[in-house]
T-cell receptor, first 112, second 116 residues
Framework: DAGITQSPRHKVTETGTPVTLRCHQT?????MYWYRQDPGHGLRLIHY???????DKGEVSDGYSVSRSKTEDFLLTLESATSSQTSVYFC???????????FGPGTRLTVL | AQSVTQLGSHVSVSEGALVLLRCNYS??????LFWYVQYPNQGLQLLLK??????LVKGINDFEAEFKKSETSFHLTKPSAHMSDAAEYFC??????????????FGKGTKLTVNP
């Protein structure tokens, strides 16, 4: 257990509304990641952070933004949600031998 | 660029039978390879990882994987399947973002069904 929590765990929203997902960690890890999981695609990196206020894009970043104002929280924002953003979102941290990534429990987001 | 291919999106075995889940990788640098398991409605849990030490890697729940450079493979095995092994399994390789930070590139997953 790498001390990662995600909130909310489930959310249903409507197209065009903004949505913010939160990832919280308690062990002072520098690196944090947001992935989305879709059937037949595995997990794909959306954004990542390598420190407070230091973030960068992954391969599926369009329509998403992130912020990290303190070490323990990494926020993912869908500025105007679309149905294609219906997915399960996972947060991860990197730690330990071989910089292994450990994952949070996920947030299931449905955009109607 | 690093990539992973998992052969077989669905694998079905009988309880007590050998489990073999296939993963082939592509990497321009010596790879770090990982297997994760995802039980229904849960997050990903690390099963095992290869980090250029021993080529036969043992993980949790009696799973193991062998790194074969000549075959660019990292197949996951378990001698005897249990009902509790039913889950989705993901192979991943360490890669780098354009900014030079590390990330994981995942295969599309293999769903394992264990029949009584």
């Amino acid at each position: 257990d790498a001390g990662i929590t995600q909130s909310p765990r489930h959310k249903v929203t409507e197209t065009g509304t903004p949505v913010t997902l939160r990832c919280h960690q308690t062990e002072n890890h520098r690196y944090m990641y947001w992935y989305r999981q879709d059937p037949g695609h595995g997990l794909r990196l959306i954004h990542y952070s390598y420190g407070v206020k230091d973030t960068d894009k992954g391969e599926v970043s369009d329509g998403y933004s992130v912020s990290r104002s303190k070490t323990e929280d990494f926020l993912l924002t869908l500025e105007s949600a679309t149905s294609s953003q219906t997915s399960v979102y996972f947060c991860a941290i990197k730690q330990g031998i071989a910089d292994t990534q450990y994952f949070g429990p996920g947030t299931r987001l449905t955009v109607l | 660029a690093q990539s992973v291919t998992q052969l077989g999106s669905h694998v079905s075995v009988s309880e007590g039978a050998l489990v073999l889940l296939r993963c082939n990788y592509s990497s321009s640098v010596p790879p770090y390879l990982f297997w994760y398991v995802q039980y229904p409605n849960q997050g990903l849990q690390l099963l095992l990882k290869y980090t250029s030490a021993a080529t036969l890697v043992k993980g949790i729940n009696d799973f193991e994987a062998e790194f074969k450079k000549s075959e660019t493979s990292f197949h996951l095995t378990k001698p005897s399947a249990h009902m509790s092994d039913a889950a989705e399994y993901f192979c991943a390789v360490r890669a780098y973002t354009q900014g030079g930070s590390e990330k994981l590139v995942f295969g599309k997953g293999t769903k394992l069904t264990v029949n009584p």
